[in-house]
């Protein structure tokens, strides 16, 4: 099997939003990845587009997500590149959408520090009585 895996590095767009499955934990959330280059002309660092994808995690990352990622922080992201390609509305128009099938998500401590926290076997995740079950 033939996978295109991807590293990502760029920011939490949107909460976590983390969901009790019957088939487990899921969590989802964008990522914005914006990439920065020297321009010569100007002298200067200068911002190009901004791509943004939907990463989900499963089972034991949903939960460690779910409490442990906020929106605007640095994370890099490990997982497999999926883009859908759809038929639109009424209209006929097509969109494309990247998602990546996270097998782990970190901060970027690059760009600032971390505290890791392991937690005892059994238990699941940092979420306590926030979690939401899906209907």
Not at 68 to 76: D, R, Y
Not at 91 to 106: I, P, Q, Y
Not at 111 to 133: D, H
Request: hydrophobic share 45%; glycine share 10%.
């Amino acid at each position: 099997m033939h996978d295109t895996l991807v590293t990502l590095m760029g920011n939490a767009a949107t909460a976590i939003d983390y969901r009790e499955a019957a088939a487990g934990a899921v969590a989802r959330f964008r990522l914005a990845v914006q990439a920065r280059y020297w321009d010569r002309q100007k002298q200067a660092w200068t911002d190009g587009p901004t791509s943004f994808y939907t990463v989900w995690a499963r089972r034991a990352l949903a939960a460690n997500l779910a409490g442990s990622v906020s929106v605007g922080e640095p994370l890099v992201v490990y997982g497999r590149l999926r883009v859908r390609d759809r038929e639109g509305d009424e209209e006929g128009k097509r969109w494309f959408s990247a998602d990546v099938d996270a097998w782990a998500v970190g901060h970027d401590l690059s760009r600032g520090t971390s505290a890791f926290r392991r937690l005892p076997r059994g238990e699941v995740g940092l979420m306590g009585a926030q979690k939401v079950a899906v209907v």
